[in-house]
């Protein structure tokens, strides 16, 4: 049974950092594509980066609002995915989810989320 | 990358069928048979209902249904069900080598 568990999240003031981290299991984590997709409170969904699994080269992709100030990192023999956020922003608020992709969707599975708060 | 295009809400009787649209471009919804489509009930993490277009997840009922048209997308509902009002969100891959999400849309089942 695949499981994605997010921990890490909580209150940051504007500017400041975090790190999310994704503890994963249930499937071969080192050949996988894995991302992180977020939700502003009331608000849809918005893809924010992935990585594949460091068997295919540990290759990145970032969406444009946050290229530069995320990045995106696993550790294989901890099954685990990082998502380290620098220089953060109100707008950067939102539950952020640890997904998997096995089968050429962005989210076969999904972890519960953990809330990010970017306020004075 | 610009979201997709998907209407705000959608509402249907218990029994007919519905449809959501969702309208990208030729660098994505055009351009790849990489469309999913995802359930999200309120306060729970989304649920993939389809993928590669066409594709359900194991589990998924066969009333749940999607197609392609040129840059636009579609997931049907048929049968609809009290259990079925929930917001659903399409995504495709892009030309940038990333993935870009629909706006949303409330389904009210009446």
């Known amino acids: 049974e695949v499981q994605l568990v997010e921990s890490g999240g909580g209150l940051v003031k504007p500017g400041g950092s975090l790190r999310l981290s994704c503890a994963a299991s249930g499937f071969s984590f080192n050949n996988a594509w894995m991302n992180w997709v977020r939700q502003a409170p009331g608000k849809g969904l918005e893809w924010v980066g992935r990585?594949?699994?460091?068997?295919?080269?540990?290759?990145?992709d970032y969406a444009a609002p946050v290229k530069s100030r995320f990045t995106i990192s696993s550790d294989d023999s901890k099954t685990t995915l990082y998502l380290q956020m620098n220089s953060l922003k109100t707008e950067d608020t939102a539950v952020y989810y640890c997904t998997t992709d096995l089968r050429g969707s962005p989210g076969d599975y999904w972890g519960q989320g953990t809330l990010v708060t970017v306020s004075s | 990358q610009s979201a997709l295009t998907q209407p705000a809400s959608v509402s249907g009787s218990p029994g007919q069928s519905i449809t959501i649209s969702c309208t990208g471009t030729?660098?994505?919804?055009?351009?790849?048979?990489?469309v999913s489509w995802y359930q999200q009930h309120p306060g729970k993490a989304p649920k993939l209902m389809i993928y590669d277009v066409t594709r359900r997840p194991s589990g998924i009922s066969n009333r749940f249904s999607g197609s392609k048209s040129g840059d636009t997308a579609s997931l049907t509902i048929s049968g609809l069900q009290a259990e079925d009002e929930a917001d659903y969100y399409c995504?495709?891959?892009?030309?940038?080598?990333?993935?870009?999400f629909g706006g949303g849309t409330r389904l009210t089942v009446l």
């Open positions: 030729s660098s994505d919804v055009g351009g790849y048979n990489f």
């Open positions: 995504t495709s891959y892009t030309s940038s080598r990333t993935w870009v």
């Open positions: 990585i594949k699994g460091m068997s295919g080269g540990g290759i990145t």
